[in-house]
């Protein structure tokens, strides 16, 4: 079974090889002439405005962070999703079980997308 | 899973429900910081309701969620004991919210929902309920930790818990995934057959082992014990109470479950370095509070050989050392409490009066707090007739009869080192002047003072009740062992 | 297919690395993130056993760690943005109000 892996191996290899041997190849045989805009990140582009490694804003966190803690939860309504359907056909009691599980779940986050809004954690200023 | 379930859910139900109003309440109306902790109360009162109405029919282990959750009288007596200190802890904490610097309301709520987690952690039989319930509790943790956010030392606190505490439960998953692994089950009696057949499987022990390093980081047991002193001494005084008091209580709780439930079959290839982790506890908390200044810190220490003299229990896998967990966690919870009350009683602003030279002539100035914070320290250090004795009698017999003379042996001898630094405390009460020790007027924390005061005597008196309490408490989990 | 022991090893190797990284490393992110790292090797342990047993309980566990993580996630930054406002800087190493 790993044989056959043996192909790709070799693809990957040739690969780095032909890559790695013109960039070899380029440096010995081209010529080297710097100036300041060869130099630049975007050489033949717009000229950088800033520096990249610059402060940002911690409300871009606070709103990432939130977003994180939903979305998570998300991901629970899917398989729930999926063995809703099947309760449903199998039995109705369950299926309400299931139908108010969720709705519980989905309070509890209410309850914290509400504090979190009344607590201004959404506005930008 | 159905609706007949609920019914042995209803003291987490009532707390999630209640913990979530009390986090709606400051953003919908009331922002009076003064009745938070009123409602906090009624709130604990419907939840003892409640645990005590699933008490009554938890005779026989009721096993809900599945297998998840189980009402058996275990959990009844730590979940009962968990709302009796967390209502001594919102007592003791109204006093320094009333100010309004800091919301009472998110505050009560997250200590209702640590109180939820815990209660999820003495209950799980499975050790995804476990986990689920254990990082509930450390989540609030962190944050009450750091509740001070204004004071940098706080701040720093919850830090330092949090960075050690996620890394911690990030080693306690991955034993227990290697225990997946090897039995093919999380579920405790599931582990427990499984694990049965196979002494010797690698996968398993070191499982085994990362689990146990997670667990005694919980317990702020030696050699994971770094995080105790800084986060005890920087967190708000009644946090503190509650992190060397209810927390640890809920680790001890699923450490002794795991252990006797799932993993008994396993004692001899953990035994010795549980031995080792208790021995080392005992020891090095002992020495190092010796040279405290600052009660916190010193009591923080004391709370890691704490954790090593309740380990004893564990280890001794016997009906005996079971019951001597029990007992030592109810007997140390009030005990500790009452000296946490006694330095709140002292403290003035955030942090201040909080050194052993602010009890100088504490014996002149309130003789009745004096005496009371005698008897708290004698019932740590396990001196009759308090209750502190009961709890180390119980340790110390299943240690012997076990078979761990030597540790038993080791925590004498640091029980005796114990009382030298308790006595420190002593001394400075009885037998030195001082114009700093006066006490502040708080009716709460004298309540709980008196409270603890008369607990721990009568508990230490009249111990039949608890005795006979705890022995029909662990039934189910030795009838499991012995099987 | 590919046998279950290299994704138990790939799972060692990152959770070693976590470890490694919560050592060694001084910035509260990057511990931060070092242990997500760990998490995750956990999380790829026990799908991989998972499938080895043929049981889906690996599964439900990775959703619950999965939502923990999240959560842990939530305080964690919020304890570290508390922690810049004090002191301008998030290195650990800086943190050393109290020790013996």
């Known amino acids: 079974m790993t044989e056959s892996f043996v192909p790709v191996l070799i693809l990957i290899l040739f690969g780095i090889a032909l890559g790695a041997g013109m960039l070899i190849v380029n440096w010995y045989v081209g010529t080297h002439r710097r100036n300041p805009s060869k130099l630049a990140p975007y050489e033949g582009g717009v000229p950088l405005l800033d520096t990249n490694r610059k402060r940002i804003n911690v409300r871009f966190y606070q709103i990432a962070m939130l977003f994180i803690i939903f979305d998570i939860e998300a991901a629970f309504i899917y398989p729930w999703a999926v063995i809703y359907r099947d309760a449903t056909m199998t039995s109705s009691g369950i299926a309400l079980f299931a139908l108010g599980e969720m709705f519980v779940f989905v309070t509890l986050l209410a309850v914290g997308y509400i504090y979190v809004w009344k607590k201004k954690a959404f506005d930008w200023n | ?483 | 297919m590919i046998p279950t022991s290299w994704f138990l090893i790939l799972g060692a190797i990152l959770f070693s690395l976590g470890v490694l990284g919560v050592l060694t490393r001084r910035n509260g992110i990057t511990i931060f993130m070092s242990i997500e790292l760990m998490v995750n090797a956990v999380n790829l342990t026990f799908i991989a056993y998972a499938r080895e047993l043929g049981s889906l309980h690996g599964l439900m566990w990775v959703f619950f760690i999965m939502a923990v993580a999240a959560a842990e996630a939530a305080v964690g930054l919020a304890i570290f943005i508390a922690l810049y406002r004090h002191r301008e800087t998030i290195d650990v190493d800086e943190a050393n109000l109290m020790h013996w």
């Open chain 2, 1 to 483: 899973m159905t609706w007949a379930d609920l019914l042995f859910l209803l003291p987490e139900i009532v707390l999630s429900i209640g913990g979530c109003l009390l986090l709606l309440a400051p953003v919908i109306g009331g922002r009076n910081n003064g009745v938070a902790a009123k409602w906090s109360m009624l709130l604990l009162l419907v939840a003892t309701a409640a645990a005590i109405y699933v008490a009554a029919g938890a005779g026989i282990p009721s096993l809900a969620l599945g297998t998840l959750f189980v009402a058996d009288p275990f959990a009844v007596f730590f979940k009962l004991l968990f709302v009796v200190v967390i209502a001594m802890i919102t007592l003791l904490s109204a006093e320094f919210l009333e100010d309004g610097r800091y919301s009472a309301w998110e505050y009560y709520s997250l200590m209702a929902f640590a109180l939820c987690g815990m209660m999820f952690m003495a209950s799980g039989t499975h050790l995804i309920s476990i986990y689920v319930g254990l990082e509930l509790l450390s989540l609030a943790s962190y944050i009450l930790a750091g509740y001070y956010k204004n004071e940098t030392r706080s701040t720093e606190a919850a830090m330092k818990y949090f960075v050690l505490g996620a890394t911690s439960s990030g080693i306690l998953l991955y034993g227990m995934s290697l225990i997946y692994g090897a039995c093919g089950s999380l579920h405790l009696e599931a582990i427990s057959q499984a694990v049965a057949t196979m002494a010797g499987n690698q996968a398993l022990i070191i499982g085994v082992m990362l689990l146990g390093a997670g667990l005694c980081f919980k317990v702020a047991a030696v050699p994971f014990h770094v995080w105790t002193p800084d986060v005890y001494t920087g967190a708000p005084t009644p946090v503190t109470a509650f992190l060397s008091t209810a927390s640890k209580v809920a680790a001890f709780a699923i450490f002794a479950r795991i252990f006797y439930m799932g993993l008994h079959s396993l004692e001899p290839d953990w035994n010795s370095i549980i031995a080792t982790v208790a021995a080392l506890s005992m020891i090095v908390g002992n020495l190092a509070a010796v040279t405290q200044t600052n009660v916190k810190r010193m009591l923080a220490y004391s709370s890691i050989a704490h954790a090593g003299y309740a380990l004893l229990g564990v280890l001794a896998m016997s009906e005996i050392g079971l019951q001597g967990v029990l007992i030592y966690m109810l007997v140390y919870a009030f005990a500790n409490i009452g000296t946490w009350a006694m330095v709140m009683l002292l403290r003035r602003r955030e942090y201040a009066g909080e050194n052993v030279d602010d009890f100088d002539g504490l014996h002149k100035s309130a003789p009745l707090y004096a005496f009371a914070m005698v008897v708290f320290l004698l019932s740590l250090g396990g001196i009759p007739p308090t209750a502190g004795f009961i709890g180390k009698y119980y340790l110390f017999a299943a240690a012997i009869s076990a078979g761990y003379a030597w540790l038993a042996v080791i925590a004498v001898l640091m029980s005796a080192v114990s009382m030298f630094y308790y006595f420190r405390l002593v001394v400075a009460m009885y037998l030195k002047d001082g114009a700093a020790a006066d006490v502040i007027p708080s009716r709460q924390v004298r309540f709980i003072v008196i409270v603890c005061l008369i607990a721990t005597l009568t508990l230490g008196i009249l111990p039949e009740r608890m005795i006979r309490g705890a022995a029909r408490s662990i039934a189910p989990i030795v009838n499991l062992a012995s099987r």
